[in-house]
């Protein structure tokens, strides 16, 4: 069974193997969910610094045209044979399939994108397509590097708490796993706010403070229990693992240390620091999960389904929510300027939300 739907839309993305930001439009057939799979009629988004990263490097090696969005809410419009706990007409939040086609559009309808049942929540009647839309990557970040490590009574050190991973991560660490104290840094009086709103108990000004020295005075010299580094910054890291304590978890999000640049590997203290510390390197990577080779073990795809169920019922009840800087709508222009933001890190606290049906 599926919802009448049109066999192609006007996708937004990238046509180029590399160096394709800005993005376009371009047209695309709608496609059928495969067996695991639901096809969303696209409602809210939200921007990832990973679009504008595909487009200039193209690393998961699909062949353009590439749409672009990841982050889907909306209605489900069909599902794969093998699918059994949704139905057509569900109202849904997922992240994208991992073949990664998003489902970003022009024309203000909605736009049209499949998602792995695995990668797929209900969205519940109290929670906006807005704010459904603004989690799922950034949601699973932090989920990644925190729902297993993070145990009630820990310190945990998170800086650049501003950002989308960040001041998610913050909420989950001090409200729904039971962190004593979340420290985190941030610079501007805007993030600085964020951070606090977001939970932490300390917020560090790494432009004027010597971050690590801090961390370790806030705990009498022993050390976060848990450092969850979203930063993307090889400064930071070599601060950030000066300042987990002897025997701590040290959990960097995505590739990690002396990686920060797709284009080339440099050598990086980190490990050496850990080391004498005999603390646990923890990458969180949650774009494993869009590469279409990796096979996926059942009891990976419990976890993601736990993940993507405890992002709706945390919010519900009201312990960690995005909070969206900017709502903008899906047009080139206005996707483009919003990831120029991301790309330039100017000002954006939170998260950049995409409204897809906005006629």
Known sequence: MAMAHPTTYEAIGYTGDKNSFP???FPREIPAPRPDELLIKVIGSS???LEFKLADLNFFGNTPPVALGFDVSGTVVAVGKDVK??????????????????GWATGGSGGYAVAREYLSAKKPEAVSFADAGALPV?????????????????????????GGVGHLAIQMAANALGAEKVISSG??????????RSGAHTVLDYKLEDTTQRVLDLTDGRGADVVFDPTYSEQSYVGSAKAVRHGGKWVVLGVGPGRTSRTQITESPVDAILAEKSAKHINANVLDYFMGSRVIEEATKDFLRGAMAASMRWHVKDLVRPVVSEEIVSSVEAINAGLSKL???SGVHGKIAVNLSYR
């Open 138 to 162: 950034c949601f699973l970040a932090a989920y990644l590097g925190l729902f297993e490590h993070v145990r009630p009574g820990d310190t945990v050190y998170i800086p650049g708490g501003a």
């Open 343 to 345: 790309r330039q890190a």
């Open 187 to 196: 610079s501007s009086n805007g993030s600085k706010e964020l951070i606090l």
């Open 85 to 102: 706990d949704y139905a057509v007409g569900d109202s849904v939040v997922a992240m994208s399939d991992c073949n990664g086609n998003g």
């Open 47 to 49: 921007l990832n610094p």
């Open 23 to 25: 993005l376009v439009a």
